[in-house]
């Protein structure tokens, strides 16, 4: 159980015989590599992206999310509730330690039922950590303790929680700043477990949520700006725009409609990884 605080109020042939290397090869080679090293650092934005509606297995990694309750996933998503949570070990060469973004998209059943535990990141061994409390949400025992935005029991809520190089922790609630604080000399937002492992509505104690949960996205930068995915994007606009003056060209004029259409809806899907 929490008790109450001073800043708590009721709450990614034979080469041997090869003769010298000339330079048009060798500077391809080089372009080459760069590319591949530049491809590599940018596709570990999104690390994790998780969609219980249709798997525990995340889309962009395949690493597996554990889930306590099997059946409790369905069409809809994940229900969790009574330390039926989420849990997460973290490859080594993927982990997410101190610096993140992380998108929860959930619901809760109830709104007025004291300290629900969201996130714990240091392997349920302190009590600090992510919570709702009552209608609101709180990182027990660091955050400013707001009331500023609530939510409803059943609502759909967006949950973004970022920490920085610098170690500021910010919360937004459906695209409202909540608060933000100094977590650089604590560290009580970092994943600091065995794995770094990642456990969601689950706690040490019986401060378990009752819900139901969407998605979990994962980034390795304090945004949910998703560059690899915006440079594929782009690249699709491209090629599109390409085909469309091919096809004016062509005076193929039902193919430059359908290719237009295709742009439209490419473009739009560019629009919405631009608003992060």
Known sequence: MKTSTSNLQDSSDDPTHAGPVKLPFLRHAIMLAGALGMAATAHADLVYQWNFRKSVVDSRSGVTANIV????????????????????????????????????????????????????????????????????????????????????????????????????????????????????????????????????????????????????????KASLRDDTAISAKRLEIKKLNKKIKKAKKKKQGKKVKLLKKKLKKKKAQLEKLLDY
Request: charged fraction near 20%; charge should be negative; hydrophobic fraction near 40%.
């Open 69 to 220: 309750n099997p059946s409790g996933r369905s069409a809809d998503g994940y229900f969790f509730g009574g330390g039926a949570g989420i849990t997460v070990q973290q490859p080594a060469d993927k982990a997410v330690t101190g610096v993140y973004a992380i998108e929860l998209v959930f619901s809760l059943t109830e709104n007025d039922a004291g300290y629900q535990r969201i996130v714990d990141f240091q392997n349920l061994t302190t009590d600090e950590g992510m919570y709702a409390y009552d209608d609101y949400f709180y990182f027990y025992d660091e955050s400013p303790d707001l009331a500023n935005y609530t939510f409803l029991p059943n609502q759909e809520i967006k949950l973004v929680l970022m920490r920085n190089a610098d170690g500021i922790f910010t919360a937004i609630l459906n695209g409202n700043t909540l608060w933000n604080f100094d977590d650089s000399t604590t560290q009580f937002a970092v994943f600091s477990g065995p794995s770094h492992v990642m456990h969601f509505f689950i706690d040490d104690g019986s401060e378990h949520p009752t819900g139901l949960v969407k998605s979990i996205r994962v980034f390795n």
